[in-house]
């Protein structure tokens, strides 16, 4: 023990506390900023297109139910793409959200909107899938694939 009355162990043991204590704040444990914000999957604008479209048909079936038939086997498809992703990327699949009115127009009228959508959808995906890595890009791929399909359904 020195004259001020403190002892070398009780010294090195304030030294290790302030060393750990600054290492410690260093790597953010004890920072009061907050985390970044988590940045949406890549595949969110893919998925959010499929519910749309699922929706759109669902509503295109409402208005006019002499084209279930046609139109309905899209639909499942589009809900069988939103489920994927959203396995793919963690997320439960979200429903359709609120309905908009359904299309008010004659037959080949939806039609050919329904067409206009699948195939602003397919070009947005298959630019999706150009800059995917290898593990998505054959969903996305199929997805751009599935969407080129229904738009030649459509005519």
Same mark, same amino acid.
Do not use: N, W
């Given at each position: ?8 162990? =009780? ?32 595949? #969110? ?24 038939? =046609? ?47 699948? #195939?602003?959808? #397919? ?6 899938? =150009?800059?995917?890595?290898?593990? =998505? ?19």
């Amino acid at each position: 023990m020195s004259i001020t009355g403190y002892s070398r162990r =009780r010294v090195l043991g304030a030294t290790v506390a302030g060393v750990a204590t600054t290492a410690l704040s260093g790597c953010g444990l004890f920072d009061d900023e907050p985390a970044p914000p988590e940045q949406p999957d890549p595949l #969110q604008p893919l998925l959010d297109e499929a519910v749309a479209l699922a929706a759109s048909y669902d509503r295109a079936v409402a208005a006019q139910p002499g084209l279930a038939s =046609r139109l309905t086997p899209l639909a499942e498809d589009h809900r069988t793409h939103a489920a994927e992703i959203s396995r793919l990327i963690g997320k439960t699949p979200p429903s359709a959200g609120p309905s908009a009115s359904p299309p008010v127009g004659a037959p080949a009228e939806t039609i050919a909107t329904l067409r206009s959508a699948e #195939q602003a959808a #397919q070009k947005s995906a298959v630019a999706l899938c =150009r800059a995917a890595p290898a593990e =998505r890009a054959a969903l996305i791929g199929s997805i751009a694939a599935s969407r080129a399909t229904h738009a030649e359904a459509l005519r």
